[in-house]
Each structure stands twice: as structure tokens, then as C-alpha cells.
Nanobody, 117 residues
Framework: QVQLAESGGGLVQSGGSLRLSCAAS????????MAWYRQAPGKEREFVAG????????RYGYSAKDRFTLSRDVAETTLFLQMNSLQPEHTATYYC??????????WGQGTQVTISS
């Protein structure tokens, strides 16, 4: 199974930026897809952005399009999410997810993002 470790969250003022990182380890040879999700208190978990690892094809959720940018470091098996023009509605716990065809999906512990006005 793949193990995931998120980092880069924190507290920023409205209009600020953050760059989240997700480092994958373990059975990374079988990576098929990696993605970011977020969940605010009392709300359902929401897809933010993802990439098919084997092809590099990127997809964005509606709320992230034109504001966030997904990228990766293939050699280091690390996924990034650059978040600009942050607003209070972006406050949530952000989770990294990985999929492989040989084991159950993997989830990180999450990193907290808090935006103040």
C-alpha cells in the first residue's frame, strides 16, 4: 500500500497563498491516480484537483478551477497544490488520496488550512 504525508497548511489572511505538498512512499511503482480533497466542519468531503499518475492528465473541481494549480515531482513521488487568492470559504482540512490497482486506496492524515478575513 502507498503511504501519504501532507504538509504546507497553516493560517493566512484573505488574499494570501499556500502551497500544499503530499509525499508518497511504499508501493509507489503502482500509482494510478493522486488527488486533493477538502472537508470543512459539518460539510461533505469535496474533490479539489487530481492527476492520473501514468499519463499526467489533470482535472479540477469547479471551485478550484482558475484559482488553484496542481503539479507533481515524479522522481520524488510528490503532489503539490498551489493555492492563490485564498478566501475564508477555502478554510478546511485538505486530504491527499492515492489509488492503485493492487491495493485499497490510501489517504493521508490531512493538513489544516485556515483563512482569516
Amino acid at each position: 500500500q502507498v503511504q501519504l504525508a501532507e504538509s504546507g497548511g497553516g493560517l493566512v489572511q484573505s488574499g494570501g497563498s499556500l502551497r500544499l505538498s503530499c509525499a508518497a512512499s511504499g508501493s509507489t511503482f503502482s500509482l494510478y491516480d493522486m488527488a486533493w480533497y477538502r472537508q470543512a466542519p459539518g460539510k461533505e468531503r469535496e474533490f479539489v484537483a487530481g492527476i492520473r499518475w501514468t499519463t499526467g492528465n489533470i482535472r479540477y473541481g469547479y471551485s478550484a478551477k482558475d484559482r488553484f494549480t496542481l503539479s507533481r515531482d515524479v522522481a520524488e513521488t510528490t503532489l503539490f497544490l498551489q493555492m492563490n487568492s485564498l478566501q475564508p470559504e477555502h478554510t478546511a482540512t485538505y486530504y491527499c488520496e492515492a489509488e492503485t490497482p493492487y491495493s485499497e486506496d490510501s489517504w493521508g492524515q490531512g493538513t489544516q488550512v485556515t483563512i482569516s478575513s
